[in-house]
């Protein structure tokens, strides 16, 4: 089983991207949306009808389950309350490879992906036992401009596929092994409008560890002419994104096509001597003989 879990608020537009790309490869999908309808900032934010119909119109193998919960929590933090929301998302994903993503990653070629995580289906017949993570690559888009998008393409990690049901924070587990992938997902980020970036820095979960005010400033004059001028950008860790990229798209969706193209997806992600079925066999026996 190869199940998603999503986290829906203002940015709700660009689920149906994400969606695209995986729908067909995946057995069930949870997207968690605010009963109340407000970020884990306690600002309030508006979904359209239209928006739960589409999605619906969409769902031809009735894969898609919506999760209306209170995510908003006013005596924790905004990360506090993101580390809350996706745990209770993963508790409804049940078992298997569970893949946690926000609505504005997407992973092309999803098809090698489920190939990869089917390649390890003995991880989930006791995953109390065999607890793993398995981390991908980030590629941020940072600037969407009516000439193409300035992104991010190096090493930046991050975890998000598990056989959990709990994180200790955010989408990361500190207790269990973490194991580096070669799957690429493409973060839409920070490549919207001047007013959803906007919205987004006064809501998201680290709203409170840089100044927005200055860092939307500097967003909002970089264009394909002056990006090479900046270096070490990222707003917390400044040498996370070293450099930018440019890429010439009418659109996001010919931005992942070229970028698809260019980049295809290798399956063969992960050394076998980490998780072969030999060695996990060997590594459970020995723990069973100890106890």
Same mark, same amino acid.
């Given at each position: 089983?190869?199940?998603?879990?999503?986290?829906?608020?203002?940015?709700?537009?660009? @689920?149906?991207?994400? /969606?695209? =790309?995986?729908?067909?490869?995946?057995?069930? &999908?949870?997207?968690?949306?605010?009963?109340?309808?407000?970020?884990?900032?306690?600002?309030?934010?508006?979904?359209?009808?239209?928006?739960?119909?589409?999605?619906?119109?969409?769902?031809?193998?009735?894969?898609?389950?919506?999760?209306?919960?209170?995510?908003? %929590?006013?005596?924790? !933090?905004?990360?506090?309350?993101?580390?809350?929301?996706?745990?209770?998302? /993963?508790?409804?994903?049940?078992?298997?490879?569970?893949?946690?993503?926000?609505?504005?990653?997407?992973?092309?070629? *999803?098809?090698? !992906?489920?190939?990869?995580?089917?390649?390890?289906?003995?991880?989930?017949?006791?995953?109390? @036992?065999?607890?793993? %993570? *398995?981390?991908?690559?980030?590629? !941020?888009?940072?600037?969407?401009?009516?000439?193409?998008?300035?992104?991010?393409?190096?090493?930046?990690?991050?975890?998000?596929?598990?056989?959990?049901?709990?994180?200790?924070?955010?989408? =990361?587990?500190?207790? +269990?092994?973490?194991?580096?992938?070669?799957?690429?997902?493409?973060?839409?980020?920070?490549?919207?409008?001047?007013? =959803? &970036?906007?919205?987004? +820095?006064?809501?998201?979960?680290?709203?409170?560890?840089?100044?927005?005010?200055?860092?939307?400033?500097?967003?909002?004059?970089?264009?394909?002419?002056?990006?090479?001028?900046? =270096?070490?950008?990222?707003?917390?860790?400044?040498?996370?994104?070293?450099?930018?990229?440019?890429?010439?798209?009418?659109?996001?969706?010919?931005?992942?096509?070229?970028? $698809?193209?260019?980049?295809?997806?290798?399956?063969?992600?992960?050394?076998?001597?980490?998780?072969?079925?030999?060695? &996990?066999?060997?590594?459970?026996?020995? $723990?069973?003989?100890?106890?």
């Amino acid at each position: 089983m190869i199940n998603v879990g999503y986290l829906v608020s203002y940015d709700y537009e660009m @689920l149906k991207i994400s /969606l695209k =790309q995986l729908y067909d490869y995946v057995d069930k &999908i949870v997207i968690a949306v605010d009963i109340e309808r407000k970020t884990w900032s306690g600002n309030d934010f508006i979904i359209p009808d239209s928006f739960f119909e589409e999605v619906k119109a969409f769902d031809l193998k009735n894969k898609i389950h919506f999760y209306f919960d209170k995510f908003y %929590c006013p005596d924790l !933090t905004p990360i506090e309350c993101e580390s809350r929301e996706r745990n209770m998302v /993963l508790g409804k994903l049940g078992r298997g490879w569970k893949i946690q993503l926000d609505v504005d990653e997407y992973i092309y070629d *999803f098809k090698e !992906t489920a190939d990869y995580l089917n390649k390890y289906w003995y991880l989930n017949i006791f995953p109390k @036992l065999t607890p793993v %993570c *398995f981390q991908g690559k980030l590629i !941020t888009l940072f600037r969407e401009l009516p000439d193409g998008y300035l992104y991010i393409e190096n090493d930046e990690k991050f975890p998000f596929i598990t056989n959990q049901t709990i994180n200790t924070n955010t989408r =990361q587990n500190n207790k +269990i092994k973490n194991h580096f992938s070669n799957i690429k997902v493409i973060h839409q980020s920070w490549a919207r409008s001047e007013e =959803q &970036i906007y919205f987004k +820095i006064k809501n998201w979960g680290h709203r409170n560890d840089f100044d927005t005010e200055n860092y939307f400033q500097f967003w909002k004059n970089l264009n394909s002419s002056n990006y090479k001028e900046y =270096q070490n950008i990222h707003p917390i860790v400044p040498k996370v994104w070293d450099f930018l990229k440019f890429m010439p798209a009418k659109s996001i969706d010919d931005f992942i096509e070229k970028f $698809r193209i260019n980049n295809y997806q290798n399956p063969n992600y992960l050394s076998k001597k980490d998780l072969s079925i030999k060695k &996990i066999y060997k590594a459970l026996k020995k $723990r069973i003989i100890k106890k």
